[in-house]
């Protein structure tokens, strides 16, 4: 296919060298790097894109926007080739990264990019530095051929590793420069596996926050006074388990839970008929230890449009060679729950704030804060159109349909770009795969997915009306 070639011909000689040299910066998220502007990483992953397109496509305006205490971010648009060059197709991306992490594989490293076994290895490789470039070959290899596209906005951060905090603040203030967006395209995200197009459709929201007990000024010998006075462990455990049953995970909170749409449903029956086991056998469970659900369909239903709750943290307890007989006078959980998309987030934040402070054991002090709190999002009626191009693409370019099925974590800027764009569509895609290793050692790009998955962007690009 002569649309195939042309972007695995892009793609060896110009985006993957680009893509190596990005990978030898050591630009990690603000969150990692307290010194980041005097570093200037973020900088010059900006300036290596920004001069890259220039090369690439010079029909493309791209600018740097910078302000002053505020991460970078590159604005890319690139002119369209049909009538209507007010609507666009919008792609986000992140140039930021996690940090090193330790355990890189002999050979390998995070700022040294190597190629082996067809896959490209290095820091930010998969995650996601690979979207600008392969946002860039999927445009050039319709030009090349003289195949029509859409205006094309690029939009790709430097902050979403800690939270994407100064995005919306750049993306009000460039609203007017996005045209008119009918679609966007989101190129960080995971793939089952590397025989498909994976399309998530929804994301799951979350409250985090710390629950704290406290029933003495300090603590007392557990041999005078257990049995007396209320130990601030099992109280928080007493708290917890108002909101889930902690051995079937079930949360308690009715307004935790949404109707699921029967069309989410059907997706994710064919998503669980593609991957079988390995909807589950991913995680890394003892032999003989079971899954909660016992299907591999309710397990990805349980995972994208289902409560979850996670204690994720501790304090207050010392460790196990440090513990004396002695009840602690105070104990803090860190708990994460994820929420399904569709829900009366805030009815949910009062009704676990509620759940978690009032009639209280035995009198004791209880604090509920919470610093992470992001609703979830679920893909709108205006999807099914763009959903279906990209069905039609994976179908030619792969020779199957694509797969659709929600996400368990959270993006949060999702939110944000719909609130600013609220008739614009969404397909959120990705590299993601198995042994990508994203945020771990050995982060890895699969080369040929990449390719075959540009060629499908230049496919729906060409496709978009």
């Known amino acids: 296919m002569q649309l195939q070639k042309t972007v695995n011909e892009f793609w060896n000689l110009k985006a993957q060298p680009a893509l190596m040299e990005y990978i030898k910066i050591p630009a990690k998220s603000t969150a990692y790097d307290r010194l980041w502007q005097e570093h200037g990483f973020l900088e010059q992953c900006c300036e290596l894109g920004q001069k890259w397109i220039q090369e690439c496509l010079p029909q493309a305006q791209t600018e740097i926007i910078r302000e002053e205490g505020r991460t970078p971010c590159l604005f890319v648009d690139i002119p369209a080739t049909r009538d209507n060059s007010a609507e666009s197709v919008v792609f986000y991306g992140h140039l930021d990264k996690q940090p090193e992490a330790g355990g890189w594989s002999e050979g390998l490293g995070p700022w040294t990019p190597v190629v082996k076994n067809g896959k490209l290895y290095g820091r930010g490789a998969a995650d996601d530095g690979y979207s600008l470039f392969s946002m860039v070959t999927s445009v050039y290899a319709l030009e090349k051929l003289n195949l029509a596209h859409p205006r094309v906005i690029g939009i790709f951060e430097t902050q979403e590793e800690s939270g994407s905090n100064d995005l919306p603040y750049f993306l009000r203030k460039l609203k007017h420069r996005f045209g008119e967006p009918k679609f966007f395209i989101i190129l960080d995200n995971h793939c089952g ?45 007493a708290l917890v388990a108002r909101l889930h049953d ?20 059907e997706q994710l029956k064919k998503a669980s008929d593609v991957l079988g086991d390995l909807s589950w056998n991913h995680a890394p469970l003892l032999p003989a230890v079971k899954t909660k659900c016992t299907t591999n369909h309710e397990i990805l239903i349980q995972e994208t449009w289902k409560p979850a709750l996670t204690i994720i943290g ?9 513990a004396g007989n002695v009840i602690q006078s105070s104990v803090a959980f860190r708990l994460s729950m994820r929420l399904p998309p569709d829900i009366d987030f805030e009815k949910a ?3 676990i704030a509620q759940t978690l402070t009032t009639n209280i054991p035995y009198g004791c002090q209880v604090t509920w804060q919470y610093p992470e709190n992001h609703p979830g999002w679920s893909a709108k009626g205006n999807s099914e159109e763009i959903e279906n191009i990209f069905d039609d693409a994976a179908k030619k370019i792969f020779g199957k349909e694509a797969v659709f099925l929600g996400q368990g974590g959270s993006i949060p800027i999702i939110n944000t770009f719909e609130e600013l764009f609220p008739s614009g569509a969404f397909v959120l895609t990705g590299v993601l795969g198995p042994q990508s290793n994203a ?16 060629a499908v962007i230049a496919e729906a690009l060409h496709r978009c009306p």
Request: with cysteine; proline share 6%; charged share 20%.
């Open 349 to 351: 934040q009062n009704d």
């Open 246 to 265: 902690p051995v079937t995970g079930f949360v308690k909170i009715s307004s935790c839970y949404t109707d699921i749409p029967k069309r989410r449903l």
């Open 439 to 454: 945020h771990a050692p050995d982060e890895s790009l699969d080369i040929e997915y990449t390719q075959k998955l540009s």
């Open 314 to 322: 501790v304090d207050g307890m010392p460790k196990i060679e440090d």
């Open 193 to 237: 596996d590397y025989d498909h197009v994976w399309l998530s459709t929804s994301v799951r929201g979350v409250i985090s926050g710390t629950l704290r007990v406290q029933s003495m000024h300090y603590g007392v010998h557990s041999g005078t006074y257990s049995g007396m006075v209320p130990d601030p462990f099992s109280i928080a455990q």
